[in-house]
Nanobody
Framework: QVQLVESGGGLVQAGGSLKLSCAAS????????MGWFRQTPGKEREFISA?????YYTDSVKGRFTISRDNAKNTLYLQMNSLKPEDTAVYYC?????????????????????WGQGTQVTVSS
């Protein structure tokens, strides 16, 4: 059974940094693309970043967030710098069924098969 467990969320002041982790188990981690999404109440889940054969970012986080993975540790990361109040959300990691794909594939939540439980990130102004 595939499990994804996020950690690293918390409360931070605007301009600060956080690093999220997503520990994966139950499948060959290195064989699949992974993504980060976020969601706020009443809104749809929003794509943030993905990593497979390459990395992808949504425009609002480019230059501030960095996605990475450690296949030896079966762990996905999201380094978040220069955080803004509008980054406040529940952040989810997810695993898709392919490794190589396009931005238009990786940015769609329906293309991900497994999801973590989410971790809250709150950025105060």
């Amino acid at each position: 059974q595939v499990q994804l467990v996020e950690s690293g969320g918390g409360l931070v002041q605007a301009g600060g940094s956080l690093k999220l982790s997503c520990a994966a188990s139950g499948r060959t981690f290195s064989s699949y693309g992974m993504g980060w999404f976020r969601q706020t109440p009443g809104k749809e889940r929003e794509f943030i970043s993905a990593i497979g054969g390459t990395t992808y970012y949504t425009d609002s986080v480019k230059g501030r967030f960095t996605i990475s993975r450690d296949n030896a540790k079966n762990t996905l990361y999201l380094q978040m710098n220069s955080l803004k109040p509008e980054d406040t959300a529940v952040y989810y990691c997810a695993s898709t069924g392919i490794y190589y794909g396009t931005f238009s594939y990786f940015n769609q939540p329906q293309n991900y098969h497994y999801w973590g439980q989410g971790t809250q990130v709150t950025v105060s102004s």
